[in-house]
């Protein structure tokens, strides 16, 4: 695996800001070296996973830089940019929507049931104003969302029926694009890697499971199983249940994770899974 010395581009200030993570993650205390790359990125990506964990406990975490860590408290919600890598998202006549990443240079097909989202776009702006959103728990979702960086989560997917939030808990699909490492997934060795670091970079998470495979299409990726206790916003203790998904792309690698919990795991994973298959890769 091919591992860079600078900073990854996704920075977690949104996250710890907002009090959205799972408690563990760990605290960098200088730059980033070839053998600390392989930690960081895959704490990065499940924190990506866990971004719409409504955490009761604010957690701090340290960005790379020489100034102190924000706090849930005190820190203004950082600035992010306000145009990404162009993307397109279109509804399809069958219901399904196709995302378009022009930059990451792929493209996926959506189900029905989620709802899409890219930051500053209008399907976000048009999202506040559903019946379905009304709800604590999405509109929490809904401001999360809105202060990430576009040029590295891609886009968002939330399962915004009312009758699948579990203890304020939103099922969410995350696109994450690091531009900085490359992954192989001709063997499984990297992948194991990944899964290795998984429990040293999350507090309590428990591997279940890695497989390599490839999409109808012969695309190969990386699948790492995973579950971690959390608490919600509301206070109920719940299992965490991730399924991450690495593919090659042509500039670095894109993570598409699934988190939900263990009583919609069964409902909503063949979906999650009918995303993966979609996959190609864009000329």
Request: proline share 7%; with cysteine; hydrophobic share 40%.
């Amino acid at each position: 695996m091919k591992q860079n010395r600078g900073y990854s581009t996704l920075v977690l200030l949104g996250i710890a800001i907002l009090a959205c993570t799972v408690p563990g993650l760990p605290i960098a205390s200088s730059s980033p070296t070839p053998d600390t790359r392989l930690e960081r990125m895959v704490a990065e990506t499940v924190s990506a996973g866990l971004l719409l964990t409504q955490q009761a406990v604010p957690f701090a975490t340290e960005v790379p830089s020489a100034t102190p860590a924000p706090t849930a408290t005190n820190t203004p919600i950082p600035a992010v940019p306000t145009q990404s890598v162009e993307s397109v998202l279109d509804k399809n006549t069958d219901g399904t929507s196709s995302f378009i990443d022009l930059g990451g240079k792929y493209q996926i097909i959506i189900p029905m049931q989620w709802l899409a989202l890219r930051i500053n776009s209008p399907e976000y702006d048009q999202a506040g104003l559903l019946p379905e959103a009304s709800t604590p728990a999405i509109q929490r979702s809904l401001a999360t969302i809105k202060n990430q960086d576009p040029n590295v989560f891609r886009l968002f997917m939330l399962d915004i029926a009312e009758e699948h939030l579990d203890s304020g808990f939103v099922t969410n699909i995350n696109l994450v694009w690091d531009r900085q490492m490359e992954i192989s997934l001709v063997t499984d060795t990297d992948l194991k890697a990944l899964a290795e670091t998984l429990p040293a970079s999350l507090k309590d998470a428990e591997v279940t499971g890695t497989e390599l495979k490839a999409t109808k299409n012969e695309i190969p990726y990386g699948v790492i199983m995973a579950k971690t206790p959390a608490l919600t916003q509301e206070g109920v203790q719940i299992v965490v249940i991730q399924k991450l998904v690495f593919l090659d792309l042509p500039i670095g690698t894109l993570s598409i994770t699934l988190s939900t919990t263990e009583k919609w795991q069964a409902t909503v994973e063949p979906s999650f899974d009918e995303i993966i298959e979609s996959f190609i890769l864009l000329k």
